[in-house]
């Protein structure tokens, strides 16, 4: 679990050039000086059309621009920090400064109210509240412009219908889904999956156990190391070769839960979990992605959501 909980965001990194004779190894992070003064020149054009920008196209110009400043962290590191604080300013990407902004900051506090509601839920409650949220997060798309973060807990909220809730948190959890927004043939059979986890031998025991006293542990037996292959005759297709890497590694946490919510803190970070039934999920905007570092260009963005079964 260590390697999932610290390389939440999976980058893919993959040359033209090299993948004609011989995938790339490691960590497929480039430092080349060609790729970085690439990444600094798309930077810096995202960043003029981000200046122009207006209110019909912001949120989109601002994503953009957002990606952009990844990519150049990733080509050319960011020793002083100065490209992560732009990006943190940036934030969600949504436009306070439009003539909407009124009903923007509207919606966005009935949202924060919504979701407060909702996290204290009860069982006799939660489907109220979840619509209500939902709702709230609809609105919030409206007034304001969507980004993945508002699509992705829209998505996560569901039908809204409780069942089976635990209790409580306490005992084991498995790892049972490690889903992207598109499917992907990660084991190049000609059959793609949403899943990715269905497409390796990897991550077959993967579990949190949860103790009554607030600690736990997440235990990993196995993590993936994948290579990806560009096709030189198109751009556009990918193989993967993926080998799984046996380990016994066991990493303690904390937790804490306030409704559905489960927030787990070890030496990797925090993370908030959601709690549905006998399922526990979270999802990562943009955690799957692949760069071409040739010219620093995201070619692939997906979002990932892990989800554990009790056991």
């Known amino acids: 679990m260590k390697k999932i909980l610290s390389l939440l965001c999976v980058f893919l990194l993959c040359s033209a050039f090299q993948c004609d004779d011989e995938p790339l190894e490691g960590e497929f992070v480039t430092d080349t000086e060609a790729a970085c003064q690439i990444a600094s020149l798309n930077t810096a054009e995202a960043a003029l059309a981000f200046l122009a920008a207006d209110d019909e196209n912001y949120t989109e110009i601002c994503t953009n621009y957002r990606a952009t400043l990844e990519a150049q962290i990733i080509a050319c590191g960011d020793a002083d920090g100065s490209l992560q604080a732009i990006i943190e300013e940036l934030g969600d990407c949504v436009n306070n400064d439009n003539p909407n902004d009124a009903a923007c900051q509207t919606a966005i506090a009935a949202k924060n109210e919504a979701e407060a509601q909702f996290n204290a839920s009860t069982d006799a409650n939660y489907t109220e509240t979840c619509n209500a949220l939902k709702l709230a997060i609809q609105a919030v798309i409206d007034e ?39 499917p992907i043939d990660l084991n190049n059979d000609g059959e793609e999956s949403i899943n990715f986890l269905d497409e390796m031998d990897c991550y077959n025991n993967e579990t949190f156990v949860f103790n009554n006293d607030g600690t736990g542990n997440s235990i990993s037996t196995s993590y993936a190391d994948i290579e990806i292959f560009l096709d030189p005759n198109n751009s556009e297709e990918f193989d993967f070769t993926v080998d799984c890497i046996l380990e016994d590694e066991t990493t303690p946490f904390t937790w804490t839960q306030s409704g559905n919510i ?50």
């Open 262 to 311: 489960v927030t787990t803190t070890d030496a990797f970070g925090t993370f908030d979990w959601t709690l549905v039934g006998n399922t526990l999920s979270t999802t990562i905007p943009e955690g799957f992605t692949v760069i071409n570092t040739d010219d620093a260009t995201v070619n692939t963005i997906q979002d990932l959501t892990f989800v554990y079964t009790k056991q």
């Open 144 to 182: 304001c412009g969507t980004t993945a973060e508002l699509q992705s807990q829209l998505d996560g909220l569901g039908n809204c219908i409780l069942t089976t809730n635990p209790e409580t948190i306490e005992g084991t959890w498995l790892l049972t889904a490690w889903n992207g927004t598109e």
